[in-house]
Every structure is written in structure tokens, then in C-alpha cells.
């Protein structure tokens, strides 16, 4: 679908919701509707959008990207919102990670290759999230009247977290472990609060300000960070 110069990839699918979503690097804008939905009311609804989605392209067009990582002796990485130089110790011994003072110590075999230097750092900081999201999850149960049933830590491309509001499940992105916590704690309750009201509408908002009413502030600092660098492709 055309809107003037804008380009939307429409897919019908077996959903009940309209899902509206901007991707980087560029802003690239993809509809997924419900099948029985006609080609005039998307239209309608995307018009109904254009403001949003050019404040997100602006957004992702402005953000910074971290340099290509790679892997090597005195390299920056982060986390839970901390530089660290990365350290390369070589050992005859199955990989590792530790953090010391202000070093990120990797202990690889000789020879380990750059693919897979990235695959222990990247299982180790899902590894983090997935030790720190259940305390969590545990805090804000009582005090938002919700039940998460299940949580799942992935990599994701364009989504900090998910909620699939029927099955009770969020999704988190291995990134945040990165960020600062309290930017990790923000999008906790941003999914969870998914659980009460499955849409960005103004019931959304209003939850999220009783809950997290600083949220906003967490929010622009997360976007305002570094995000990771990729070779986007679609």
C-alpha cells in the first residue's frame, strides 16, 4: 500500500488485533491485520497513524549505533548500563565470563573464532536476564494484580519486549541486559501491564502512570542509548 510517499507492507493473518510496526534502521512500516479486514479500514487506520509513524522513523533515523563488534582486547561493551573493556584471555579450558573492576574478562581456547566469541557473550547475557527478570516479575505481580505465566528471553530486532495478552507470556530482548536496570525494569512492567490492556490506548497510559510513574523518563533513556549494530535486511 502507498500513502503519498509512504511505502506499508500489508499481511492478513488469523489475529484479532490491527499491528502496527516501524523498523530500523530506516523506519520501514509493516501492517499485520486481521484477514476479514478490508483493504479501505487499513487504509483508514494507517492514515489515522501518519504522526506516529514519522515521530517513530525521526526517532530510529537519530538514534545511535554501536560500532561493528569485533571482539577484540580493549573493545567497549556494557552491563546493566556500565562500560567495561573487554579482555581476551586465552585457556585451555571451556569458555567463560567474568567482570572484573572495570574489565569484561573472556576466557576462550586458542584459536576461538570472532562467531564464536560473540555466541558465549551473547548466551551470557541472556544468561544475566534470565537470572535477574524473575525478581522482577515477582515485585510486580502483587502490585499490579497480574500473573505472568511464562517469560522468554530472545534476540530481537525490533522490540524491546512483547506480551502475548491471551497465553499470559512476555518476550524480552538479550539487549537489555546492556541497559541500565532500571530501563530493563521499565519494559517489565510495560509488558505486564499488556496483560491488563493489550493496546497503547489512553487506559494503557493511564495504568502505566499508576504503576511506574516515572516511566517516560526510563523510556527516553533507553531509546536515547546506543542500540546494536546490524546489517538490517528485508
Same mark, same amino acid.
Not at 188 to 215: A, C, I, Y
Given at each position: 500500500?502507498? $500513502?503519498?510517499?509512504?511505502?506499508? #507492507? ?25 484477514? &476479514?479486514? %478490508? ?5 483508514? !487506520? ?5 504522526? *506516529? ?22 573493545? &567497549? ?12 584471555? #586465552?585457556?585451555?579450558?571451556? %569458555?567463560?565470563?567474568? $567482570?572484573?573492576? @572495570?574489565? +569484561?574478562? +573472556?576466557?576462550?581456547?586458542?584459536? =576461538? %573464532? ?7 557473550? #551473547? ?18 505481580? /502483587? ?5 505472568? @505465566?511464562? !517469560? ?5 530486532? =525490533?522490540? *524491546?519486549? %512483547?506480551?502475548?495478552?491471551? &497465553? ?11 541497559? /541500565? $536496570?532500571?530501563? +530493563? ?7 505486564? =501491564? ?20 516515572? *516511566?517516560? !523518563? ?7 542509548? /546506543?542500540?546494536?549494530?546490524?546489517? *538490517?535486511?528485508?
Amino acid at each position: 500500500m502507498k $500513502l503519498n510517499e509512504l511505502d506499508v #507492507e500489508i499481511t492478513q493473518k488469523d489475529i484479532k488485533y490491527v499491528h502496527l510496526s516501524v523498523y530500523p534502521p530506516d523506519g520501514k512500516v509493516k501492517v499485520s491485520a486481521p484477514v &476479514s479486514m %478490508s483493504q479501505d479500514t487499513i487504509r483508514v !487506520f494507517v492514515i489515522s497513524k501518519l504522526g *506516529w509513524i514519522k515521530k517513530q522513523q525521526n526517532k530510529l533515523r537519530a538514534q545511535e549505533r554501536e560500532a561493528p563488534r569485533e571482539y577484540l582486547d580493549r573493545e &567497549s561493551h556494557y552491563v546493566w548500563g556500565k562500560r567495561y573493556l573487554l579482555k581476551i584471555q #586465552e585457556t585451555d579450558a571451556p %569458555s567463560k565470563i567474568e $567482570l572484573k573492576h @572495570n574489565k +569484561l574478562v +573472556l576466557s576462550i581456547r586458542p584459536g =576461538t %573464532s570472532q562467531e564464536r566469541k560473540q555466541a558465549v557473550l #551473547e548466551a551470557w547475557y541472556r544468561e544475566n536476564l534470565k537470572q535477574t527478570v524473575p525478581e522482577l516479575i515477582e515485585k510486580w505481580q /502483587p502490585l499490579m494484580g497480574v500473573h505472568v @505465566n511464562r !517469560f522468554y528471553v530472545q534476540r530481537m530486532k =525490533t522490540k *524491546w519486549g %512483547s506480551c502475548s495478552f491471551h &497465553s499470559g507470556n512476555i518476550r524480552l530482548n538479550t539487549e537489555l541486559a546492556k541497559k /541500565p $536496570l532500571v530501563c +530493563l525494569e521499565y519494559i517489565v512492567v510495560h509488558e505486564m =501491564t499488556h496483560l491488563l490492556e493489550p493496546t497503547h490506548n489512553s487506559r494503557f497510559t493511564g495504568l502505566m502512570d499508576q504503576f511506574l510513574p516515572k *516511566w517516560r !523518563f526510563y523510556r527516553d533513556e533507553l531509546n536515547r542509548l /546506543p542500540v546494536r549494530h546490524e546489517e *538490517w535486511g528485508y
